[in-house]
């Protein structure tokens, strides 16, 4: 690249210059450490299974399977949205920086949080799965919040160089963690008062709905606000 230096409006008038080539450089090395964290919690992930002593008793108690193929798909799925926003909005501030850090803290202590989730159904009493499933979903909740502030800062920082469709993907994906974030919230809340063993049911109902609403409202702004 023949660019050397880049100017990014950030703030109110305040101007962040970037070397180019050497924030290059942090940003891939960033990303490829995102990339072993995320890993290595699908491989904890893995390793959390437990051998039972009868191989019919994973037929019998296929909560496990549900948990592992949820949160498995969860995880992919934190994989692709952070390949997309290291592509085409993260910059690197201090900020985002910090907050990127805290996403993959997220993420492990949402595979941690699955164990204690099936701990707590294995051998825990009412309260236990409760509080399992509270800690599971906010885990779930708090990585949603601080990989939407990450889409800010970079939109924030980017400006008018971030290309529409890429400002428009943006805005929807904050849309939807909007929505999604409080609607699982009260989930919890809700559920919190319930039957134990409809509470994952509960607060699953209350994110997929957040999930549609948000999307729908997005994909609705982003029409008003396209050229």
């Known amino acids: 690249m023949g660019v ?3 100017e990014l409006r950030y703030g109110e008038g305040r101007s962040l210059e970037i070397t180019v080539g050497r924030d290059e450089h942090f940003i891939k090395r960033l990303e490829a450490f995102s990339d072993v964290v995320i890993g290595f919690s699908l491989a904890l ?4 299974l437990i051998v039972p002593n009868h191989a019919a008793t994973l037929a019998t108690h296929y909560l496990w399977l549900v948990a592992y193929v949820w949160t498995f798909a969860f995880v992919c799925s934190m994989w692709a949205s952070h390949t997309w926003t290291f592509r085409h909005v993260f910059v690197p501030t201090p900020g985002s920086v910090m907050l990127n850090y805290a996403k993959l803290g997220l993420i492990v202590l949402l595979i941690f949080s699955v164990q204690v989730l099936l701990r707590a159904f294995d051998q825990g009493d009412a309260r236990d799965v409760i509080v399992a499933n509270e800690l599971y979903w906010g885990c779930l909740v708090a990585y949603w919040i601080v990989a939407g502030a990450i889409l800010a800062v970079g939109m924030r920082a980017r400006g008018a160089a971030l290309p529409p ?12 963690i909007a929505a999604a974030a409080p609607l699982t919230v009260a989930g919890i ?4 008062h319930g039957a134990p063993s409809q509470t994952a049911t509960t607060i699953a ?8 609403a948000g999307a729908f409202a997005g994909r609705l702004a982003t029409r008003r606000s396209a050229p």
Do not use: D, P, Q, T
């Not at 809340?189 to 919190?192: G, L, P, R, T």
């Not at 109902?205 to 549609?212: F, H, K, P």
């Open 165 to 176: 469709e890429v400002a428009r993907n943006c805005l929807r994906r904050i849309w939807r």
């Open 45 to 48: 992930l893995a390793l959390s």
């Open 205 to 212: 109902l209350y994110m997929i709905v957040g999930i549609a």
């Open 189 to 192: 809340v809700i559920a919190a």
């Open 4 to 6: 050397r230096l880049a």
